[in-house]
């Protein structure tokens, strides 16, 4: 099997989780210690209606009985795939969620 080095996740990275029941989360890694991730603030990926014709991508809460700023461990044999870095996008919309910042696109800042 071929991993790429460039994908694995090091702590303090947004990275994206796909749990074997479907759902996709993101959130910050804490650490990967034996068969546990454990990840900050996470948040579930939700398609979600934008108006009558369109879809879109959206987050909410992971757990809505625990705290935002809760760290969770998800156990590895839970997950369809390793934990990965998030894309470019999805990252800023969750630093965007977590944080009330916005950053601004690469493209923004190249003249």
Same mark, same amino acid.
């Given at each position: 099997?071929?991993?790429?080095?460039?994908?694995?996740?090091?702590?303090?990275? !947004?990275?994206?989780?796909?749990?074997?029941?479907?759902?996709?989360?993101?959130?910050?890694?804490?650490?990967? !210690?034996?068969?546990?991730?454990?990840?900050?603030?996470?948040? %579930?990926?939700?398609?979600?209606?934008?108006?009558?014709? %369109?879809?879109?991508?959206?987050?909410?809460?992971?757990?809505?009985?625990?705290?935002?700023?809760?760290?969770? %461990?998800?156990?590895?044999?839970?997950?369809?795939?390793?934990?990965?870095?998030?894309?470019?996008?999805? /990252?800023? /919309?969750y630093v %965007?969620?977590?944080?009330?910042?916005?950053?601004?696109?690469?493209?923004?800042?190249?003249?």
């Open positions: 099997m071929l991993i790429e080095k460039h994908n694995a996740p090091e702590p303090g990275d !947004i990275i994206t989780l796909k749990l074997l029941s479907g759902e996709e989360v993101i959130g910050r890694l804490v650490e990967i !210690i034996g068969d546990t991730v454990a990840i900050a603030k996470p948040l %579930q990926i939700v398609v979600q209606q934008i108006n009558a014709s %369109q879809m879109g991508v959206g987050l909410r809460p992971l757990l809505g009985s625990v705290s935002e700023t809760a760290t969770i %461990q998800f156990p590895l044999a839970g997950l369809m795939i390793r934990p990965i870095k998030t894309g470019d996008d999805m /990252s800023r /919309s %965007q969620a977590t944080t009330g910042l916005v950053t601004a696109e690469p493209s923004i800042l190249t003249p």
